[in-house]
């Protein structure tokens, strides 16, 4: 909640821009923001079978984290399968690929960050991976690193300086609105 309250920007400064992801990672809706522990899922190229189960495994609040292996010709998400997500109370989703449906899912203003959007959907025969360290907007996560996104991009917080970061980035802060 608290990394949730601060920007972006203000984290990236905070871990002194390492652990942001690169600048196509945006949200599909301007003016969502999301923060909580990520669930990683890695999928072969065009296929989305794993994404499906990471959904039926994730905790409200968490933010499923997806590496499509590069594909950026299929698309790994819809609206079907995101309203299914967020009725299950997922906070949001980070996909270093594609999704389409953008008009419904932009009406609905899910939290949903992704790098293309493309209107064909790939197969859902696996293989893929859930919870192992995965590569995503050129960052490294891991499971359960804190995932924070707003309009200005995505940063990764790895959960053993999360204190730390919270400091620095209220002094950070604090020093901005006093200059």
């Known amino acids: 909640d608290t990394l949730k309250g601060f920007g972006t920007p203000a984290i990236s400064d905070g871990l002194n821009r390492f652990n942001t992801m690169d600048h196509q990672m945006k949200p599909i809706s301007s003016g969502v923001r999301i923060a909580g522990p990520a669930i990683t899922v890695r999928l072969r190229p065009g296929d989305n079978l794993m994404l499906h189960k990471a ?3 994730a905790q409200p609040g968490d933010i499923i984290v997806v590496d499509t292996c590069g594909c950026k010709d299929y698309c ?3 609206d079907l399968m995101a309203s299914a997500a967020f ?5 949001g989703f980070v996909i270093d690929g594609a999704i389409r449906d953008v008009v419904e899912l932009r ?3 899910f939290p ?5 959007i493309v209107p064909a959907v790939g197969d859902k025969d696996g293989p893929g991976e859930i919870n ?8 490294p996560v891991l499971p359960g ?3 924070v996104g707003d309009d200005c ?3 990764v917080v790895p959960p053993g300086v999360v204190a730390e970061i919270i400091e620095g980035t209220r002094k950070k802060l604090a020093y901005e609105a006093n200059r």
């Not at 009725?87 to 906070?91: S, V």
């Not at 192992?132 to 960052?139: A, D, E, R």
């Open 55 to 57: 959904i039926g495994l």
């Open 76 to 78: 790994v998400m819809g």
């Open 87 to 91: 009725k299950k109370g997922i906070g």
């Open 107 to 109: 009406e609905k203003r």
């Open 112 to 116: 949903i960050f992704a790098k293309y």
């Open 132 to 139: 192992l360290p995965i590569s995503c907007g050129g960052v």
């Open 145 to 147: 690193d804190y995932i």
């Open 153 to 155: 991009g995505v940063v």
